[in-house]
């Protein structure tokens, strides 16, 4: 099995999540020892961001350090557990609202697809970038 990372890499559908994780730094985290859950978007759902938007985190750091950790919790989170739970802490700090009633949700993303799994951890794939209020209030 392959760790986070060389998993995503080889789905295709993550470039640009992928990128914007490298610009940040937060790489390394994904191909730690882990466990970590990752809501995925999807190059699609980065494309859905208004335009600009993309270009504008990748010139600050920070900001897009907040919002690819804001992708990632700690832990093996797989669908089931998700059903369960109402709320998921991310690396970046923030709570995530998690919503089972309808499928499942995460704020106000659709998980596509669930419980990729990999050697250190668990990927969920999402349809809507996930921004966290400190990138948005900015």
């Keep these: 099995m392959a760790n986070i990372v060389e998993t995503a890499v080889k789905a295709g559908t993550f470039n640009t999540l992928l990128k914007t994780a490298k610009a940040a730094k937060v790489e390394e985290i994904l191909e730690g020892s882990g466990p970590f859950t990752v809501f995925a978007p999807t190059d699609e759902a980065f494309a859905k961001l208004p335009e600009g938007t993309l270009d504008s985190l990748l010139q600050n750091e920070l900001k897009l350090k907040r919002l690819v950790s804001y992708h990632i919790t700690f832990g093996d989170v ?21 919503d089972s009633s309808d499928g499942i949700t995460v704020n106000n993303a659709k998980v596509l697809q669930s419980d990729i799994l990999t050697d250190n951890g668990v990927i969920h794939v999402i349809d809507t970038v996930l921004i966290p209020a400190l990138v948005e209030a900015e």
């Design 78 to 98: 797989r669908a089931e557990d998700l059903a369960q739970i109402e709320e998921a802490e991310t690396v970046e700090g923030s709570i995530l609202a998690i």
